[in-house]
């Protein structure tokens, strides 16, 4: 089911997305690939449980990092993850259509991160509990652009000295 505001933005999508969560993944792997191929070397000096204990936790860290930096700063600023903008996708809000703040973005990750985590522990799977509840879509760039230059049409023209 499709909410309002994604039936104002029919373009089909599927591929892009597809094409934008490889390349985001990729973006928040590759960190954490180095920090393991950087800790390979340390197994003699820290010893074989230490470097176990660093080899799980640090890569897992990093992933951590890139994916908030990634997901939450960067698309906060942008309005799109860079493997959002090289399919030509934006993020917005399902309920009104806006695009989502930092602040929204990063209670957004928080939950997806650990809801996500306690289903693979608790349930041993890493879907949600809550159901397929869709807060954000990601919608082409050029639609969102044809949508607010029809609307912008419709209000009329801007004369001289008047304020919108």
């Keep these: 089911m499709t909410s309002p505001v994604e039936q104002q933005y029919p373009s089909p999508k599927a591929l892009r997305r597809l094409v934008a ?27 074989p449980l230490a470097a176990f204990a660093a080899a799980f936790v640090l890569p897992v860290a990093v ?4 994916s908030f930096i990634h997901r939450v700063v960067y ?13 030509g996708l934006r993020l917005i809000r399902t309920d009104n259509g806006t695009y ?7 209670l957004w990750w928080l939950k997806a991160g650990v809801g996500a985590a306690m289903d693979a522990v608790f349930s041993g799977t890493a879907s949600s509990s809550e159901g397929n509840t869709q807060v954000v879509t990601a919608v082409r760039g050029c639609d ?21």
């Design 21 to 47: 969560a490889v390349v985001d993944i990729a973006l928040h792997l590759a960190p954490a690939v180095a920090a393991m191929a950087a800790l390979d070397s340390t197994g003699r000096i820290l010893g």
């Design 63 to 66: 992933y951590a990092a890139a």
């Design 75 to 87: 698309q906060g600023r942008t309005h799109a993850t860079i493997g959002k903008q090289l399919s």
């Design 100 to 106: 989502p703040t930092a602040r929204f973005l990063a």
């Design 144 to 164: 969102i652009d044809a949508l607010h230059a029809a609307e912008t049409l419709a209000a009329g023209p801007i004369r001289a000295g008047e304020t919108t």
